[in-house]
């Protein structure tokens, strides 16, 4: 089967009609329970204490809200080289919701250093790439609402997110390019001594497959709400005006 088939909005509403009841449930397991055995059945860590449990929605937002932004990136590609504009619509989607789990990952963030290092916010370099990246989803969000034109926006936007992606691998990345900085190594790493203890391992990953599955759910959602959109503005237009 043709990959590109599923560019189609129909044939797309109709995939998604069938993955979403099976994703849905799916993904509130994950989640809800990735937090539950987080939060109340994981011990203190000897030096961080139980702030470290914040660690169950941090890694995981701030994982997602960097992925979001190079899923755009794919499918604003995609726009730009095959014009299918379901993967426009994705991309604009997927920002939605990854300026959501962007602002976690900022405010999780916040309410770990304050114990940890003394303070709200420091200008370590994944900090500060951190929050050009939270900027940049608003400006694309922002571009997306000033112009009337579906396409022209698309095409605008899709720049757009081709130049911010260099802050999302900064975001990624920037402690391995800068050995200076408060932020803390890799939560997961094939490195031992920077990988977290199997007691916070497990529940970490079933948490991070949570808000994997949890982006890909509201991603969809949003991506079929815009679609129904346009064809009802589509339709409108055909309306014979009195």
């Known amino acids: 089967m043709n990959i590109w088939e599923y560019a189609n909005p129909r044939r797309f509403t109709a995939v998604t009609d069938r993955l979403l009841p099976v ?84 405010l999780t963030g916040a309410i770990w250093g304050k114990p940890m290092w003394g303070t709200y916010w420091a200008w370590d370099p994944r900090l500060t790439s951190f929050l050009i990246l939270f900027l940049f989803y608003l400006g694309y969000l922002a571009l997306w609402s000033a112009i009337e034109d579906p396409d022209g926006a698309a095409d605008l936007t899709s720049v757009l997110c081709m130049v911010g992606s260099v802050f999302a691998l900064l975001s990624r990345y920037a402690v391995n390019f800068w050995n200076q900085g408060l932020h803390q190594g890799a939560s997961l790493s094939l490195d031992k001594e920077e990988h977290v203890s199997d007691v916070f391992w497990q529940p970490l990953v079933l948490s991070i497959a949570g808000f994997v599955l949890l982006f890909i759910v509201l991603v969809l959602v949003l991506t079929r709400s815009e679609i129904r959109m346009r064809r009802a503005v589509a339709l409108m237009k055909r309306m014979p005006s009195r």
Do not use: E
């Not at 994981?42 to 929605?57: A, E, H, M, N, W």
């Open 23 to 106: 994703l849905i449930p799916m993904a509130a397991i994950c989640v809800v329970s990735s937090l539950f055995w987080g939060f109340f059945l994981t011990p203190d860590d000897y030096r961080q204490g139980s702030t470290v449990k914040i660690i169950y929605l941090h890694v995981p937002a701030a994982l997602m809200a960097i992925n979001a932004w190079i899923m755009m990136l794919v499918t604003s590609l995609i726009w730009l080289i095959r014009r299918h504009h379901v993967s426009a619509l994705l991309a604009k989607s997927a920002a939605h919701v990854g300026i959501v789990f962007t602002l976690v990952a900022l």
